[in-house]
Structures are given as structure tokens and as C-alpha cells.
């Protein structure tokens, strides 16, 4: 038995709504049948290949095409310099300098990372579009390369002349008065660096679009896998000089995304140039090793001069810090992760004067872009190191000291220094049932066990938020000109002519079980099965069914998306009722719908009408309706939370809506001879409130520790000093395999969220929890082989194996200051 | 010597159907099998062979599709997920990824089933490290291969 799934503390009356259905997605992917956008042909379709930098930082002199276009087969080519006629660059969200950035579809002048895509070429077949590639001649004269961000900060190589600075923001957030409570401090722990690591979740279908130009209408139909198509449009249109409405997003199965399928404006512009150019359906499929070289990094983030207040007792009571953030060369999205952090401020304690001092600069690297956890996870590590840090530094026991400092559950909703609430949970709660899973209580005997076996045995903890249901008016704390603030998701319920129910998401599943979970809350609404309930695959912007923010992205799907379901659900079941009250001539108060019926409560047999009835008589038979009562069976509904308006002075406000909670426990032993580090012992516990299919959630738990425990012990995304790509490929970029994973133990709970529509929180982004308990860990095991204090998020075996020959290296970053 | 030829035909047992066909001559047989075929439930997911995405049955031994030219299986019998179910009803395995949430996006899905197919042919009732031995050369990035694992031990008829 390797998994162990508690049950909800909180039981509330639901149908299908709470029970593990089985995904009907599954049918057709077990049987190879889903359909990827590299599954879909077109008649004269051509195949596009990037031409890419393989240097990290140059001019580029000149670009010759001439001997790839006398190949036979090749349709065509696209260069910057055509680009930049096209098109305008994308917009920035960043003040200046980063707002200053021109940033376009191939690279204009000058290359600024391994693998930017200088141009594009066409073919009729994938290996011709390779070999014309390689007769692309490109000239480049080499400059200086920035791969470190504290380098960067020198400005003495200065990527974007326009911006005349690598820093693309920086801005200092500060809530409460932490001077003062570390002038009250019994204890300053001060830790002079920490870095978080750059990997991402690689998904493993790569990027990619089939796009076709209508000459007539001037629209493009792009057949992809963006899974955040709404702000794809707003980034593409403006610099394609074309309206929204010409942009036509359609998909079907995307095989994975994790975030790393939210910037793809710049491949898509060239495809929708390349259709235009070339009058033929063109194709791109991202090979793995220009996904990992040049697509989307996770943000590498350094944590500078932290001080730590700290009571006799062992509260904490703030924080401050420098953080520095490196995106790689263009920024894009990532202004965002900029204050996207700020949505977990505190982390999961109760301190409440925090000063961040932030930074966010460009090196020659790849640019970074949302990956599971965005932003969240580099400032939740931060602080859960500090908790860690301080407990050793001040022999607290690490159990004690989060309880002593969690939030509590009676506080809730809790307001977070910076004006977020916290919704619900039980801090304490989820990391009792994390120990009991591990038997924490056994952890000194086993200790003694492994040691006995030459063997140092660690224990560890990651506790940590999955904030979800983003206010996009956070971005307004960057750049106070933006125009963004709020959110929304649509969906469409209909009830057809034969009686079917169709339901049409704005949402961009990726894996995540949409179809199953929508017609879960569907089927509980309309009183029939989920099998009656058919929500379409993917999204279409023909459909409108799509609202500005429409994705899958940030955990939101159980709040919005859902939300807009539900909204739309009931809207047809009011058409429905009416419709039968007038019908069956009883009261609307005497109709129910149950098991597929609309019928009179309690009424003969015969007076319910099939779902099919109702249907037909909208549809096609609805002569006798009286001319004021129009029920249309079909509803389109935008569920728009609530968040209020945040303040850009204070940089207040509430920024996102729910806070899932994972509390992760792990138990590793370390061979001090080399440095590796074995899971033993693994327990997640999760509580997201209401759980709509428990089963797709804990399957989201288990995805997202294995992403933590594959970036915890191996997965980086490592350059040398030219900015050369070391881990370019799976081959190099070893993420977990079925041998790596040890078993997992999983625990949930339930604390319904009060603000959702269904009291369920969005999830599946908890998995830095891994990365926070394995540190932890880690530095627990090492405790008695010279005390190293783990300082990088990433910890493979060489890099153990260091802090175990010079802990005294590591331990010089921290200092106690006791009064 | 003349020039060295550029293509070649070739024929192929695929999902019990004979199949002649003319290839480059460096064509990869995933490529043949999902671009000329259009069995396209075989997935690419590197350029490095290591992610098992386009495991298919050669002579009813599990290969990485990606790994040869097709012109090297010229006169073989290739398997592919399609023909995994005969009539749309799945088999045990297939039903069992579904029973015990073994998938999420379902892009390795292919592969996996594959893999595991051919382990539950030579080996019925495998336990759980057996395996996890067989599925190491098959990458999911969804499910952190718990509810594989559990999948396939259960279609084996034991429990994980």
C-alpha cells in the first residue's frame, strides 16, 4: 500500500459533487485517441523550424537566406528585420527601465540568450525544414555575457540599449514596522544569502501551433496549446496590427502545462507572419531541446541580507530582505512574478512587519516565465527557510516553532500584513496528520537505526500556500497604468434538442479533468447523471464561451471556472423549471429535476417531462410558448469575482482570493560518502476545502511533489560562464522517473472556503512543499556532520556532498545576534 | 558505388494490417508510424530518446519508436495503442489507468500502456518495484507515477 487517503473531517450533503469519478477524458487517451495539436493536418500544410542563437549575447551582422530558399521543398523564410517591419514589439508591463524593453517575435539585431529564434524558415517536410535551416547563414559578432544576476546589477553590460539598465523593476514593499520589531527582538538571525534555483516542470509535450491565414477575412486560426489563450490574444493582436477578433485560439488535449504554456506569443507572431507571408497553413512543433533552451525557465530568485526578529519564546514577529530576481532576457510575463510573491506574504505565520526590498533584473539567459507555483514557491521557500534557519540556530524544535507561529485556525479569515485574507485552514491540523503519516514519533530511533548503517538520517517539513483566483489588479502595484484588474471565466450550459446537455468551458485544461469535474456540478444542478452532461473538449474562441482572463493557470479552475458553470447551470435550470411549471400548469415551486426529469413533486407519474421534451419544445416546437415567455435553454455566464480595489501606495489589497494548504513531511537518509540523498519516508497533506473529485485532487498532489522532489534533488537548469545551456534535454535535465519516486503517503482535509461558489479552492500548485521539506530535511540530517546550513533550493549529490566536506563554508552566511 | 539510396520501400505488420510503403531513408519510425500513418496516439515528447512518449511493440517487445529509421523495421510487426483496444472495449490495463486516475494530460499515457503491456505479457502479476524497473524508461510529468504504479500492479491482479 503505498498510498494512504484520509478522510474529510468535514462531510457536507453533495451528490455527484465529492465523489471519485472516474475521468471520462480517459476513454479516448487510453486509447490513443485525444487529439494534440501535432495530430492535426492540413492540406499543404508547411513545417516551420527556428533557426536559434547559439550564442548567449551577440550583434547580429548579417543573415543570409539565399541557399536555404534553392532547396527544393522550402516555402519560405522569415527573418527579425522582417519582423520588425510587420509588426510592433509587445507590450510591456513594467515602469521603466523594463518598460522600456522592445521585445519581438525573432530577435532584432541582437541575440540575448542561447537558443532566441533569429529566424524561421518553411518546408514541406520536418527534416527539410532542418536542413534549410542549416543553410541559413548567420553572422554574429560576440558580446559580453551576463549569466549572474548580481553581475547584472553592475549595469557595466547592459542587454537592452533601450531600457539603458538591466533592472526591469525594483520597488520596496513594507507593511508593518520591521525596524522596530527588530529593535525589540530578543534574537536577530541574519542569513546573508539564499538562492532559489531556475528549472521548470517541462511538460512533456512541447510547445507548438498549427496556424492558418483566411486571405479573405484577414483571421488567423491558431490550433495550439496555449493554455492562457485571453492574454495570448492581448499581447499578439497590437503587435500584429490587428484586432482581437482576428485571432481565432482552438484546443483540444495539451499535454501538460504547468505554466509553461503562457508565453508563446513570440513563436505564434511568426507562424501567424509565416501563414500570411506564405498563403499555406503552417506547423511548429518546439523540439525538447529548444523547450529547455529557450521556451520558459522558472524564476532564479537570490535572497540578500535577511534578518530574522525573533522573541525568547520563539515567536517570530518579521522579516526583511533583499530579493533579487533574475527572468532571463526579456522579461514578458515575469514583471508579475515581481509581486505575484506578495500573494503569500507571511508564508503560513502570523508575523506581521515584513520589508521586501525587490529586484528584478535581465541576464543572457532563458527568459523565464509562469511555472507550477509562480513566484509563490521562491518566497514560500524563503520562508521556510528562515523557519528552519532560525530553529536550528536557536535549538527550537522545528515542529513547535511553526505551531507556536502558524497562523491559527480561529484567526480565520486571517488578514495578512499587505491586506490579503487568508480564507480557511488549520495549519496545525494538516501537519498532525503529515506526522502520523511518517510516524514522526519514531524519527530519533530511526535515526539511531540508519546511523548504525553509516547512514545520516534526516526529518523535514514544508509547510505552504497554493493561492489561487489571481486579481489581476495586482499589476497595477508594478505599473499603476495598467489597465488590468480583477478577473473572469466564462462557461455556456445549454440544454439541446434531444435533450442533451453541452456545456462550453473558457478554461484550457492541460491534464487537470475538467470535462468530468464540470459535469459533476452540472449533473448536480440540472438532476441527471454526469454521463447526460457532455462539456466539450478544449476551447474555441468561436465558441464564446471565452472571457478576457479565460486559462487554466493559477489555480483558479474550482473557483472560476467551476464558478462560471455553475452560474451558467443554474440559469438553464431556472429556463427549465419555468418551462415545465408552464407546461405541467403547476406552481415553479412544485418542479423538481431529478433523474434526467422535469416532474411535479410528488405529483402521478405522467406529469414529468424528459429533459428531451423540454429541449424540443425551445428548439423546434415552440409555437404554443405565449409571446412573453421566451426560455432560451441556453446561457452564457461570466463568473467575475469580487477582490475590491488594491492600493498602489501602501501595495495593499486583496490579490488573490483562496489559500489551499499542503503541509509536507519527508524522512531522507544521506551516504555521507557521496552525497546522496534517498526519500524513505514521504507524506503530503493537502486541503484545499471542498473536494470536488477527490481522487483528480489527490492525483494533483501527487504531480506537483513529484515536481518538487525532482527540482529538490536533481532538475536545474545549469549555464557556464558563456551562457551555454549545461542541461538542454532529458538527457542532461534528469527529472524524476518511476525508480526516483518513493512511495507517497497522502492525507487531506476539508475547510470549505467561504468566499468560492462551491467552497472549493483551487490547487494542484502546493508542490513546493517538497522543495521546502526535503531542504529541511537535508539540513536536519546534516545537523550531526558539522551543522551545514542548507542555502540552495536545489541540493543534488555534489552539491551535499560539499556541505558535507565544508559545512563551516555554508555557516557562514548566518549569524545570531542575541540581546 | 553509385549514390546511396535516398528512400526505400518497405513493408510493415501494423496493428495486424500489412502495410507497403515507400520511406526516406532517414526517416524515423515514429514519424512513418504518425505522419504517413497517421496513427498519431504515438507521441514524441524529446529529441534524446529518453522519455518513452513513442513506445511501440516491435515483434511484441516494447521499443522507443523514436530510436530507429523506419527503414530498419522493414518486415516487422509493429503494435501501436490503437490496436491495443480491438473494438473500443478496453483492455484490463486500459481500464484499470482509468479506475485508478493513472493519467492526467494523457500525452506519456500511450507509451506507458505500451510498456506495461509488454511487462504483463512476460510477467502477469507483477509487483511493484518490478514495476517500477519496467516503467523507468517512461517519463510522466503529471502524476509522479504513484497511480501508474497502482494501475498496473492492480492489473496484475495484485495491489500496490
Not at chain 1, 255 to 266: D, E, S
Not at chain 2, 115 to 139: F, K, M, W
Request: glycine share 10%; net charge negative; charged share 20%.
Amino acid at each position: 500500500m503505498t498510498t494512504v487517503t484520509e478522510q474529510p473531517t468535514t462531510t457536507l450533503k453533495r451528490g455527484y459533487v465529492g465523489q471519485s469519478i472516474p475521468r471520462r477524458e480517459d476513454k479516448r487517451l487510453v486509447q490513443g485517441l485525444g487529439t494534440f495539436f501535432d495530430d492535426v493536418r492540413r492540406h499543404g500544410m508547411g513545417y516551420v523550424h527556428f533557426v536559434r542563437s547559439p550564442y548567449a549575447h551577440g550583434k547580429i551582422i548579417s543573415i543570409d537566406v539565399s541557399k536555404a530558399l534553392e532547396l527544393d521543398g522550402v516555402y519560405g523564410t522569415l527573418t527579425g528585420d522582417e519582423v520588425a517591419i510587420h509588426t510592433d514589439p509587445f507590450f510591456e508591463m513594467s515602469v521603466e527601465p523594463g518598460g522600456n524593453i522592445k521585445d519581438y517575435a525573432l530577435a532584432v539585431g541582437r541575440v540575448r540568450h542561447m537558443g532566441e529564434p533569429v529566424a524561421a524558415v518553411c518546408a514541406a517536410t520536418r527534416e527539410l525544414a532542418r536542413d534549410a535551416a542549416d543553410l541559413i547563414e548567420v553572422e554574429y559578432d560576440s558580446l559580453p555575457v551576463l549569466v549572474d544576476a548580481e553581475e547584472s546589477l553592475k549595469d557595466e553590460v547592459v542587454l537592452h540599449d533601450e531600457a539603458g539598465s538591466n533592472v526591469v523593476w525594483s520597488g520596496v514593499f513594507d507593511w508593518g514596522d520591521v525596524d522596530q520589531a527588530l529593535a525589540e527582538a530578543d534574537h536577530v538571525v541574519k542569513i546573508d544569502r539564499l538562492h532559489f534555483h531556475r528549472f521548470s516542470s517541462t511538460p512533456l509535450e512541447c510547445a507548438g501551433a498549427l496556424v492558418e491565414y483566411d486571405k479573405g477575412t484577414g483571421e488567423w486560426t491558431l490550433t495550439c496549446n496555449h493554455q492562457m489563450p485571453g492574454i495570448g490574444a492581448i499581447w499578439m493582436a497590437p503587435a500584429l496590427r490587428t484586432g482581437i477578433d482576428k485571432l481565432r485560439f482552438v484546443t483540444h488535449d495539451i499535454g501538460g502545462g504547468f505554466g509553461n504554456k503562457i508565453c508563446l506569443h513570440p513563436q505564434y507572431v511568426v507562424l501567424c507572419l509565416m501563414a500570411r507571408k506564405l498563403g499555406r497553413p503552417v506547423q511548429w512543433t518546439e523540439w525538447r531541446t529548444d523547450q529547455h533552451t529557450a521556451n520558459a525557465h522558472g524564476n532564479e530568485r537570490t535572497f540578500l541580507d535577511v534578518e530574522v526578529a525573533v522573541k525568547a519564546d520563539g515567536t517570530m514577529t518579521g522579516f526583511k530582505v533583499k530579493a533579487l530576481d533574475d527572468c532571463g532576457a526579456f522579461p514578458r510575463y515575469e514583471p508579475l512574478g515581481c509581486i505575484i510573491w506578495a500573494q503569500v506574504t507571511p508564508g503560513l505565520y502570523g508575523w506581521r512587519n515584513i520589508r521586501v526590498d525587490f529586484t528584478q533584473v535581465c541576464t543572457n539567459k532563458s527568459p523565464a516565465s509562469p511555472n507550477r507555483g509562480y513566484s509563490r514557491m521562491q518566497h514560500l521557500w524563503l520562508t521556510e527557510r528562515i523557519i528552519d534557519i532560525v530553529a536550528t540556530e536557536l535549538g527550537l524544535d522545528p515542529v513547535e516553532v511553526r505551531k507556536k507561529n502558524y497562523v491559527k485556525a480561529e484567526q480565520m479569515p486571517y488578514e495578512t500584513p499587505n491586506g490579503c485574507f487568508y480564507d480557511s485552514g488549520d495549519y496545525a491540523a494538516a501537519l498532525d496528520i503529515a506526522l502520523d503519516l511518517i510516524d514522526y514519533g519514531s524519527i530519533e530511533e530511526r535515526r539511531k537505526e540508519a546511523a548504525s548503517r553509516g547512514k545520516l538520517l534526516g526529518f523535514g517539513i514544508g509547510s505552504t500556500l497554493d493561492s489561487g483566483t489571481n486579481n489581476f489588479g495586482q499589476s497595477t502595484l508594478l505599473n499603476p497604468d495598467l489597465q488590468f484588474s480583477g478577473n473572469n471565466e466564462a462557461a455556456s450550459v445549454k440544454l439541446d434538442i434531444f435533450g442533451e446537455v453541452v456545456v462550453t468551458l473558457g478554461t484550457v485544461p492541460q491534464g487537470q479533468g475538467h470535462e468530468t469535474t464540470a459535469a459533476q456540478v452540472v449533473a448536480d444542478i440540472l438532476g441527471c447523471p454526469p454521463e447526460q452532461v457532455n462539456v466539450r473538449r478544449g476551447h474555441d474562441t468561436w465558441f464564446n464561451s471565452h472571457a478576457g482572463f479565460s486559462g487554466t493557470y493559477a489555480s483558479q479552475f474550482a473557483f472560476t471556472g467551476l464558478g462560471a458553470v455553475k452560474g451558467a447551470a443554474e440559469l438553464v435550470r431556472e429556463d427549465m423549471v419555468q418551462l415545465a411549471a408552464a407546461v405541467l400548469q403547476a406552481p415553479v415551486e412544485a418542479i423538481e429535476l431529478a433523474d434526467g426529469f422535469a416532474r411535479i413533486k410528488d405529483g402521478p407519474e405522467e406529469a414529468a417531462l424528459p429533459f428531451m421534451a423540454l429541449g424540443a419544445i425551445v428548439n423546434a416546437n415552440n409555437a404554443f410558448l405565449p409571446p412573453d415567455f421566451n426560455p432560451t435553454l441556453n446561457h452564457r455566464y461570466v463568473c467575475r469575482p469580487y477582490f475590491g480595489m488594491v492600493d498602489t501606495e501602501k501595495k495593499t489589497g486583496q490579490l488573490t482570493l483562496t489559500y489551499a494548504t499542503q503541509i509536507h513531511a519527508a524522512v531522507v537518509e544521506i551516504d555521507p560518502e557521496t552525497g546522496e540523498v534517498e526519500i524513505i519516508d514521504y507524506a503530503a497533506v493537502d486541503d484545499c476545502g471542498i473536494r470536488i473529485n477527490p481522487q483528480i485532487v489527490e492525483g494533483q498532489v501527487h504531480g506537483a511533489t513529484a515536481h518538487a522532489i525532482g527540482a529538490a534533488l536533481s532538475e536545474e537548469f545549469v549555464y557556464d560562464e558563456d551562457g551555454t545551456l549545461l542541461t538542454a534535454n532529458f538527457y542532461d535535465y534528469h527529472v524524476p522517473h518511476a525508480m526516483d519516486m518513493p512511495p507517497l503517503k497522502t492525507g487531506a482535509m476539508e475547510s470549505p472556503s467561504p468566499v468560492a461558489p462551491l467552497g472549493a479552492k483551487g490547487m494542484g500548485e502546493g508542490g513546493g512543499g517538497g522543495i521546502h521539506c526535503l531542504g529541511a530535511a537535508i539540513q536536519n540530517a546534516l545537523a550531526a556532520a558539522g551543522n551545514a546550513i542548507v542555502y540552495d533550493s536545489c541540493n543534488p549529490p555534489h552539491r551535499v556532498w560539499s556541505m558535507l566536506q565544508d559545512p563551516e563554508a555554508t555557516r557562514a552566511n548566518v549569524e545570531v545576534v542575541s540581546k | 558505388m553509385g549514390a546511396p539510396a535516398r528512400s526505400r520501400a518497405i513493408s510493415l505488420e501494423v496493428n495486424g494490417e500489412q502495410i507497403e510503403l515507400e520511406v526516406a531513408a532517414r526517416r524515423l519510425l515514429v514519424h512513418v508510424i504518425r505522419d504517413d500513418l497517421g496513427l498519431t496516439g504515438t507521441h514524441v515528447g524529446c529529441d534524446t530518446g529518453n522519455c518513452g512518449a513513442c513506445t511501440i511493440h516491435l515483434d511484441g517487445e516494447p521499443v522507443k519508436s523514436c530510436m530507429m529509421l523506419a527503414v530498419q523495421a522493414d518486415g516487422a510487426k509493429i503494435g501501436t495503442i490503437e490496436g491495443l483496444a480491438g473494438d473500443g472495449e478496453l483492455t484490463p490495463l486500459q481500464q484499470a489507468f482509468n479506475t485508478h486516475h493513472a493519467l492526467q494530460c494523457g500525452y506519456c499515457t500511450p507509451g506507458m500502456l505500451m510498456s506495461a503491456t509488454a511487462l504483463l505479457e512476460r510477467n502477469p502479476h507483477p509487483t511493484e518495484d518490478e514495476v517500477r524497473y519496467a516503467l523507468q524508461g517512461n517519463i510522466c510529468r503529471c502524476t509522479g507515477y504513484v497511480n501508474i504504479v497502482e494501475a498496473v500492479v492492480a492489473a496484475g491482479g495484485g495491489s500496490a
